[in-house]
């Protein structure tokens, strides 16, 4: 089943501390205050950031279909998934990596102690 930005909206506004925001106009998803994902332009991608340059290239080259990347963000670690190729399981992976990236310490040990005790 292809994964939709509505997917994406409801597995991030899981996470604590994320919220609808805006980024140059338009809609995203932001965590504590700072961008974290949103619709790319195409309608159909994703824009993820905080994905190094070399993990980037792997990715394009192994699935060239879902990811891929635009002369704007080619000097950035950002990549664009198109949502409906995409692997739900890692699609989630990405943005928690980037929610992980800008929660507060005292956030993230508080997730990662509900997660080893299975509370949340």
Same mark, same amino acid.
């Given at each position: 089943?292809?994964?939709?930005? #509505? ?8 996470? =604590?501390? !994320?919220? *609808?925001? %805006?980024?140059?106009? @338009? ?26 340059? #070399? ?8 699935? =060239?279909? !879902?990811? *891929?990347? %635009?002369?704007?963000? @080619? ?46």
């Amino acid at each position: 089943m292809p994964m939709t930005y #509505d997917d994406v909206v409801a597995f991030a506004l899981r996470l =604590p501390g !994320v919220e *609808h925001g %805006t980024a140059y106009g @338009r809609p995203c998803l932001k965590a504590h205050g700072k961008f974290l994902t949103r619709l790319f332009e195409d309608g159909e991608s994703l824009v993820c950031p905080g994905v190094p340059f #070399d993990e980037r290239e792997m990715l394009i080259e192994a699935e =060239p279909d !879902v990811f *891929h990347v %635009t002369d704007h963000f @080619r000097n950035y670690p950002y990549v664009l998934i198109r949502l409906a190729g995409a692997h739900a399981g890692t699609v989630e992976g990405l943005v928690l990596r980037q929610w992980r990236a800008t929660a507060p310490k005292k956030v993230l040990k508080a997730w990662d102690e509900d997660r080893a005790t299975g509370t949340a």
